[in-house]
């Protein structure tokens, strides 16, 4: 049994948790929180709650420790200096600070001895691993993400910090006139604008004024103003009813080209349709966890991301059970 960590008990460290009920040849052997431990209730029965304190007690109790805290002031904390006791993962998505994280946490993973692997997730994560797939299939050619139908919980929460609103799900919607040219193989040059629209519902605190709420919404720098918004307020009922999830999803896609006079067209296209973004993110992190724990085993240390974990290490099945079933 590979025993498992899990660091942090939001809507992540829920889904890593559901993940490790589905995978047999691992067991959660406790949650650590930076909250008082006995506030905390998990879901699976027996399994302790312990402040993140006791984490440097238990280095010979933990073969891999999961992170679920934020890319935005967390991780980039946390990783690197738990890198030290145990090995490690992460979902740093900051896409821009990728390689200097990478950076700090190899040089303590290294020292230690462990093995880390950070930025797992679907983007990036499964979404970075097809495009690198995708680009030397097709090394003439152009790549295109789109992001959704799906709640974007950072952009839920920039709306929340406004004056006068109460709560706010923030909806990130792919335009289909622009897939449907990709799909095509026309190789569109899009802007930001042309790719996406989003979609906000926004339960107003009693006497706010709407159209400023509205306003602020649609011109709020690095969020919304590059695109094409529609507001809606609605009840806490509706709120509640309507929109309690956490979907989302999308669609990586290349267009490339083959032949001596590149006269034939290709598309490449993966894509997600996900009822709960943090389970299934907690359900890649929870395979790339097996992953870690192999390699430690093998004497493979410091940091790693998805580019450098050969598939076969993801799987409980034994390399005969894969080339029988899956090859």
Not at 263 to 292: M, W
Request: proline share 5%; net charge negative; aromatic share 8%.
């Amino acid at each position: 049994m590979i025993r498992v960590g899990i660091l942090g008990y939001g809507n992540l460290g829920k889904g890593v948790e559901a993940a490790l009920a589905q995978n047999e040849d691992m067991q959660l052997v406790g949650v650590f929180t930076r909250r008082s431990p006995e506030s905390v209730s998990v879901r699976t029965p027996d399994v302790p709650v312990y402040h993140c304190d006791k984490l440097a007690d238990m280095k010979k109790d933990i073969d891999v420790l999961i992170l679920c805290g934020g890319s935005a002031t967390d991780l980039p904390e946390q990783t690197p200096v738990y890198a030290e006791m145990f090995n490690v993962i992460d979902s740093f998505d900051t896409h821009a600070r990728i390689p200097e994280h990478f950076a700090n946490v190899d040089a303590k993973a290294k020292a230690a001895g462990t093995t880390c692997i950070i930025s797992c997730g679907w983007d990036p994560g499964m979404f970075s691993l097809n495009r690198l797939y995708a680009n030397c299939i097709l090394p003439e050619g152009r790549d295109y993400t789109f992001w959704g139908k799906g709640v974007s919980q950072g952009h839920s929460d920039a709306v929340r910090r406004i004056e006068g609103v109460a709560d706010c799900r923030q909806y990130t919607i792919p335009v289909p006139a622009a897939m449907d040219a990709v799909r095509a193989g026309e190789n569109p040059e899009l802007t930001t604008r042309e790719k996406h629209t989003r979609e906000c519902f926004v339960v107003a605190k009693e006497g706010a004024d709407l159209a400023k709420i509205e306003e602020e919404i649609k011109t709020m720098p690095n969020y919304f103003a590059d695109y094409d918004t529609t507001v809606h307020f609605i009840t806490a009922e509706e709120m509640q009813r309507d929109h309690s999830g956490l979907p989302h999803g999308g669609s990586v896609i290349r267009t490339g080209v083959t032949g001596m006079e590149k006269e034939h067209k290709h598309v490449i296209e993966y894509s997600l349709k996900l009822d709960s973004n943090p389970e299934f993110t907690g359900s890649v992190i929870v395979a790339y966890a097996r992953a870690a724990y192999r390699m430690n085993q093998e004497g493979m240390t410091g940091c790693k991301t998805v580019f450098d974990i050969a598939p076969a290490y993801l799987s409980p099945k034994s390399g005969a059970e894969l080339r029988a079933h899956l090859l």
